[in-house]
């Protein structure tokens, strides 16, 4: 498996690292927070990598199946922090 969001309708093509850096510096926007719900993101290769266009960022480290990844306890903590 290589990437996220498969698109079956043009040939099963996909986001990985790369277009996704690419999209998002293209855009040129800086995110306060950048959240991924998707299995395996909260890797440091990813994190090194939005770490160009994201302040902080939020992932699940392991495979998540058809859960639900809720970023609302971690906004939480966010918010008690400061």
């Not at 850096?21 to 990813?46: K, R």
């Not at 939020?58 to 922090?81: E, H």
């Amino acid at each position: 498996m290589n990437g996220m969001a498969y698109d079956e309708l043009n040939g099963n093509d996909s986001l990985n690292l790369e277009k996704i850096s690419y999209g998002i510096s293209a855009a040129g926007v800086n995110f306060d927070m950048l959240s991924f719900d998707s299995s395996l993101m909260g890797s440091l290769e990813i994190a090194a990598e939005m770490s160009m266009c994201a302040d902080y960022m939020t992932a699940p480290q392991d495979v998540i199946g058809n859960m639900f990844y809720s970023i609302c306890p971690t906004i939480r903590q966010l918010i008690l922090k400061v």
